[in-house]
């Protein structure tokens, strides 16, 4: 059985929920599979917002990499309409690509991927999308050999809320399993043989609040 702890604190000030920027399919990806990429374009930085046409900038982070913003292998040639990183505008400022890893990137056998690194940015690259703090925005990769895995997805981080706002979570898991979701200790929703529980919580106490996420596979 796995438990995730994230702390929330319900006040009276607001400073805004953390939402995902990307989103990936599947869930926990390993550097094998193909995985869809889906682009916010009104989260993180909020640059492309309206920008109808966007490119991924896209790298990974390897154990070559001496830091997190030690791109290898970076795949879209800035600047120019890379129809090779060009995504899919799906509306709603969301936007999507699919890509095989290992073939998209051309790694040789027996490099270690650890994250998906990525910006996104108009033709020209004069506009670019990033996290809200201007940081590159990454994504975990996982050995093959993992086994059961579960994250707390949305939001990112701890966070603090108005009383009464709506505060959604999103937590998955890589294997089937009953998932339940705790709100110091209250169950609030439970779903049985699932790998994703979506629950929104309204903030309607003040206080710290611990959350937690069960994921049970026996």
Partial sequence: MKKLLIIFGFFALHFGAIAQVIS????FPTASD???????????????????????HMGLITS??????????????WGTADAN??????????????VDISTFYGFPVGTVVNKLSFVFRNAAGSIV??????????YDVY???????????E????????????????????????????????VLNSVNNATELNYTITANTSGDHIVEFVADNG
């Fill in 34 to 56: 193909v995985v869809t990429i889906t682009y916010k374009a009104n989260e993180g930085n909020a640059a492309l917002t309206g920008v109808s046409t966007i490119y991924a």
């Fill in 85 to 98: 990183v060009l995504m899919t505008n799906m509306g709603n400022n969301t936007h999507q690509i699919t």
């Fill in 64 to 77: 070559a990499s001496t830091s997190n913003t030690d791109w290898q292998y970076v795949q879209g040639v």
């Fill in 155 to 186: 939001p990112t981080l701890n966070t603090v809320v108005n009383l009464n706002d709506q505060l959604p979570i999103v937590g998955k898991t890589n294997q089937s399993a009953n998932l339940t979701l705790k709100d110091n200790g209250v």
């Fill in 24 to 27: 990936v399919s599947p869930a």
């Fill in 129 to 138: 999308g990033r996290n809200a703090d201007g940081s590159d925005i990454l």
């Fill in 143 to 153: 050995p093959s050999n993992a086994g059961f895995l579960s994250k707390i997805f």
